[in-house]
């Protein structure tokens, strides 16, 4: 029953949420987001997540959780969903700090021959997985306002604006003469840019702008 695209996203967000919801019972939100963010990382993002949090799965119905994972899009792409939601899934079974460290290795990895190049793009819907779980879980305010915030009608694009422009693609070579590798002043001005755009994502502000 799940559409395929964004709309699927948001589906699938607001179902998890509710279900969070459900089960706070009116106390403290933050253990049923975590849930809900963990579920969502394995089905949208990468089964292995649950290896990772030590969480068994049932592999009877792998199959139709990938074909789930391969029709829901973030801002039209299948990569950005995965991205989004295994980052904020690292933040549940690790910490924030840790979530970055994969996703930056990933895309080094990805910058090497045979890879897909460096993505800014991907880094872009790894930070916003980042934020959004710790907007999601980070105190019981900030959880039960997170709830709040999707029941009213929160969608994919209040959690990762427009990603045009950005360099992706990026070999190795390159990344390091153009953009002066992870330390550079290209990747720097980049990386601003991101920042800034992430700082207009509604649905990754502090909790007391969200509850409003």
Do not use: C, Y
Request: glycine residues 12%; neutral net charge.
């Amino acid at each position: 029953d799940i559409p395929a695209g964004d709309d699927g996203f948001d589906v699938l967000l607001r179902a998890v949420f509710a279900f969070a919801e459900d089960n706070s019972h009116g106390t403290d939100a933050v253990f049923p987001n975590r849930a809900a963010i963990l579920a969502l990382s394995v089905i949208v993002g990468e089964e292995r997540v649950a290896e990772v949090a030590r969480r068994p799965i049932d592999l009877g119905r792998i199959d139709e959780i990938r074909g789930v994972r391969n029709r829901v899009t973030l801002r039209g792409r299948n990569d950005l969903a995965r991205h989004f939601w295994v980052s904020a899934g690292l933040v549940i079974v690790a910490d924030e700090g840790r979530a970055m460290t994969v996703g930056l290795g990933k895309e080094l990895m990805d910058s090497t021959p045979g890879g897909s190049g460096f993505s800014f793009v991907d880094m872009m819907a790894n930070r916003a997985g980042i934020m959004f779980a710790g907007a999601a879980t980070g105190n019981p305010t900030a959880a039960r306002g997170m709830q709040v915030r999707v029941s009213r009608g929160m969608v994919s694009d209040d959690l990762l604006p427009t990603v045009e422009g950005l360099p992706e693609g990026i070999p190795d070579a390159r990344f390091r003469s153009e953009f002066g590798g992870l330390r550079g002043e290209g990747t720097r001005r980049v990386n601003d840019e991101i920042t800034r755009r992430l700082a207009s994502a509604r649905g990754l502000r502090p909790p007391s702008d969200i509850l409003h």
